[in-house]
């Protein structure tokens, strides 16, 4: 089975001749399913751009990138959109919840731009904010949510459409403590159901839930370790399930 | 994604921004209701004109005493009478075969009272012919004929508008109003033809010739002779026999040089009705071009719902909207607006064209309610495509990191 995110040689260059800035260098990473990787750097150290890049938000420069099987490069904007819509799904840092509509319709989206049906659609959507544990705030619009509650119904909203990717760029930046372990533990349980997860964050103690954290220096990978072997924590989950 | 869930984020979209959305929608309103008022407005004014020169007869001619300052007519000093035996002439077989009547034609601006009650109007003092050659019936009573005439007996038909101020709802026919001193007997009450504007055509009487000569004008000039022509096909030749009898009659042989104008109405009425309708045409630009306004007020509203929302539409993207997607749902948002606009427009121009607009009753015409009504979809359309190509045309990227 081919991995989740395959990145070979990757660099982006941003603007021409002596204000040319390059954001990545040449990055090789994978990512297998059900990994948990955090993506670690100070700001200019591109991790923005690699998270833009694995999002197929923005084009590499240079380099080979596939997604769950599929080579991006050569997609154009309206196969990037099917990408983006039905192997991606988005956390953000300012939650980017559509204004003035309620969380069920914000976490229907991505099944309607998928041409779900209403009535499953639905379903589906009020499924993934039971499970984001915000049952009666499902009418509630953005601006009647507190920040961690929005962050849960863009959780929500990521995971709907049953993503091979999860992607969060800074989850709990915006958030105070105790909403912040409230969405990571959101992220830990993501992960026990198997889920491939990568999280942008410039926090040790957020990047230390993750299994594996990379690092980013002046846009190479500079470091490349694991806090646990690979998948403890599932088998850990799916043995208590079993017992 | 089908068209009812773009409707459906369409309409949401809208409804996020009432008091925005309620401007826009106003601009398109005013344009298509303007267009329809206004193209009403012209056509009423064409067709009570219209009527009105209609109401007087269709296949006559009106000759009057005089030249009415046409070039050259100052040379003439020698100015004959238009008389009764001009009349007379006229309605000849042998010279004249086309002309069915020929009535000669005084009025004098007189004041009429009955009971205290006066008023202002002008009597016409003429032969039974008249009434039907001017297309005048009576409603009640009847009207005066031939040997009234012959006796100068002073009976007199009145307008409607003549019943109304003098005698309010009281039967007029049989009682006596006084006209400058003079006793009248009413013996009829015309229909009424209405009033165009400023001019009412109810606001008359008829008496006999005779009548009024004697006791109002005198016995100068006719002030006309009205002419009425076998059949509207007859126009013409009519005409021509009315020149040669009256040339014959008054010694002309200059046709530049005549004491006499022939009036001829079907020509008039083809002459007014060019002018009003261009008059339509007039009013119907003037309210294309507000209706134009109204579609780059939705270019203008949609930019600036394009570049307020650019964040969204990134939002929109990176969660897998399609350009298609977003591209309907702005021009759904944009076309929603000036339907929105369309229909209520109409809806206004319906109400507004039920009232008379400075005596003018506007007649709606079919045609410019669906043309204003189509243009302003098409105006969503067309104006809000820019806007809403430019939202879907916006990079994911770039438009996520836009505040």
Not at chain 2, 213 to 234: I, P, R
Not at chain 2, 310 to 326: L, M, Q, W, Y
Request: with cysteine.
């Amino acid at each position: 089975m081919s991995p989740v995110i395959s990145l070979t040689g990757i660099t982006k260059v941003y603007g021409m001749g002596e204000t040319t800035v390059h954001a990545l260098r040449g990055v090789d990473l994978t990512v297998e399913r059900g990994d948990y990787v955090a993506i670690m750097g100070a700001s200019g150290s591109g991790k923005s751009t690699l998270m833009n890049i694995i999002g197929a938000l923005d084009n590499a420069s240079d380099g080979h990138y596939e997604l769950d099987g599929i080579s991006i490069d050569s997609l154009d904007e309206s196969a990037l959109s099917i990408v983006r819509n039905r192997k991606i799904g988005f956390i953000f840092q300012s939650f980017n919840l559509i204004p003035r509509t309620s969380a069920l319709a914000n976490v229907e989206l991505p099944l309607l731009y998928r041409g779900v049906g209403r009535r499953e659609r639905t379903a589906r959507a009020k499924a993934a904010l039971s499970a984001v544990g915000l049952d009666g705030r499902m009418d509630h619009e953005p601006n009647e949510l507190s920040g961690g509650q929005q962050q849960r119904v863009a959780v929500a909203r990521a995971l709907v459409a049953e993503p091979s990717l999860l992607l969060a760029d800074e989850p709990t930046g915006n958030l105070d403590s105790h909403s912040t372990a409230d969405v990571l533990d959101l992220m830990d349980q993501m992960h026990a159901e198997g889920r491939t997860i990568v999280m942008i964050t410039h926090e040790d103690d957020v990047a230390a839930r993750a299994d594996r954290i990379i690092t980013l220096v002046d846009g190479l990978m500079a470091d490349d370790r694991w806090n646990r072997p690979r998948g403890e924590r599932r088998m850990a989950a799916t043995e208590a399930g079993l017992s | 994604m089908n068209l009812f869930e773009t409707l459906r984020i369409g309409l949401r979209g809208i409804g996020a921004n009432r008091l925005r959305s309620g401007l826009t929608v106003l601009g398109i309103l005013i344009g298509v209701a303007a267009v329809i008022i206004l193209v009403a407005v012209g056509s009423g004014t064409t067709q009570s004109v219209t009527a009105n020169l209609e109401s007087l007869g269709t296949n006559t001619l009106t000759v009057r005493h005089g030249t009415f300052g046409r070039p050259g007519s100052e040379a003439r000093t020698q100015f004959k009478d238009l008389t009764v035996a001009d009349a007379k002439a006229l309605m000849n077989v042998d010279v004249a075969p086309d002309v069915k009547s020929a009535s000669p034609v005084v009025s004098a601006q007189s004041t009429c009272s009955y009971e205290g009650t006066t008023h202002d109007t002008a009597i016409t003092g003429t032969w039974p012919s008249y009434f039907e050659a001017s297309n005048s019936k009576v409603s009640s009573g009847s009207y005066f004929v031939n040997d009234d005439v012959l006796n100068a007996r002073r009976n007199i038909v009145i307008g409607q508008t003549v019943v109304d101020e003098l005698f309010g709802t009281v039967d007029p026919i049989g009682k006596q109003i006084v006209c400058d001193d003079t006793p009248f007997t009413v013996v009829g009450v015309l229909e009424s033809k209405g009033s165009s504007g400023f001019n009412d055509a109810d606001d008359t009487a008829i008496a006999p010739l005779t009548t009024v000569q004697n006791h109002l004008t005198g016995y100068g000039s006719m002030d006309s002779v009205l002419v009425q022509s076998a059949s509207s096909e007859v126009m013409d030749a009519a005409q021509s026999e009315v020149y040669a009898v009256l040339d014959q009659r008054h010694s002309i042989a200059d046709s530049t040089s005549r004491d006499y104008q022939v009036l001829n109405q079907a020509t008039l009425l083809s002459a007014v009705e060019e002018t009003t309708q261009l008059l339509t045409v007039l009013l119907g630009a003037v309210a294309a071009i507000s209706l134009l306004v109204g579609g780059i007020g939705i270019t203008n509203i949609m930019l600036v719902t394009v570049t307020e929302r650019t964040r969204e539409i990134g939002i929109r993207k990176a969660i897998g909207a399609s350009k298609g997607a977003i591209l309907g749902q702005f021009l759904v948002e944009a076309t929603v607006l000036s339907v929105i606009g369309g229909v209520a427009g109409v809806l206004l121009a319906l109400v507004v064209t039920r009232f008379d607009v400075m005596g003018i009753t506007p007649v709606i015409i079919p045609a410019s309610v669906v043309a204003a009504f189509g243009v302003s979809v098409a105006i969503g359309l067309f104006f809000g495509s820019y806007p809403a190509n430019r939202a879907a045309s916006l990079r994911p990227i770039e438009a996520l990191r836009h505040e």
